[in-house]
Nanobody, 123 residues
Framework: QVQLLESGGGLVQAGGSLRLSCAAS????????MAWFRQAPGKAREFVAA????????TYTDSVKGRFTISRDNAKNTVYLQMNSLKPEDTAVYYC????????????????WGQGTQVTVSS
């Protein structure tokens, strides 16, 4: 069983930055590939970024490429999402997820999910 706890969300103006963190309770964090998803009001959940077990492979959705960076620190059991040049359309609840396989954007392959953290970008 893996528990995930996101933090770092908040209110920021367009063009600003935030760094989200997701702390995992896994005994061996490096056994899990990690990802960030988001869900805006009235919209379906969408993939944001994924990172492999030791961070040697990363995947991003097109809308965040060049602005967001996913990283992980296996010694701290934490995955991060650095978000720069934020836009109002980035407003959503952001969730981290864990999978024993590198699952990219396939949300059904993630076994564990956090409760989410709200990110609001004002124009």
């Amino acid at each position: 069983q893996v528990q995930l706890l996101e933090s770092g969300g908040g209110l920021v103006q367009a063009g600003g930055s935030l760094r989200l963190s997701c702390a995992a309770s896994a005994r061996t964090f490096s056994d899990y590939a990690m990802a960030w998803f988001r869900q805006a009001p009235g919209k379906a959940r969408e993939f944001v970024a994924a990172i492999a077990w030791i961070g040697d492979s990363r995947t991003y959705t097109d809308s965040v490429k060049g602005r967001f960076t996913i990283s992980r620190d296996n010694a701290k059991n934490t995955v991060y999402l650095q978000m720069n040049s934020l836009k109002p359309e980035d407003t959503a609840v952001y969730y981290c997820a864990a999978s024993p396989e590198y699952s990219g954007s396939y949300d059904w392959r993630y076994d564990y999910w956090g409760q989410g953290t709200q990110v609001t970008v004002s124009s």
